[in-house]
């Protein structure tokens, strides 16, 4: 039998909530990962609104102030 490998028995032995667990805290650190970066994304997101916001507001005032000029 070259070419194939025995397949391991599992039982419910330490050994295996000692896997589990490894599992799912590996999978916890890759959700906290996870959103640590969608944090990120938003906290990026939230400062280009902010800046956006900014600039209309000053485009809103620049226009007021030529309405002003024209209208005299």
């Not at 194939?4 to 050994?15: A, F, L, N, Q, T």
């Not at 295996?16 to 959103?35: A, T």
């Not at 938003?42 to 024209?70: D, F």
Request: some cysteine; overall charge negative; proline content about 1%.
């Amino acid at each position: 039998m070259g070419k194939y490998s025995e397949v391991p028995v599992y039982s419910d032995s330490s050994d295996d909530s000692d896997y589990d667990d490894d599992f799912v805290q590996k999978h916890m650190r890759q959700q906290q990962q996870q959103l640590e970066q969608q944090d990120r994304g938003l906290e990026m997101l939230s400062k280009s609104a902010e800046r956006l916001g900014q600039l209309s507001l000053n485009i809103h005032e620049e226009l007021g102030q030529q309405n002003k000029y024209v209208c005299y």
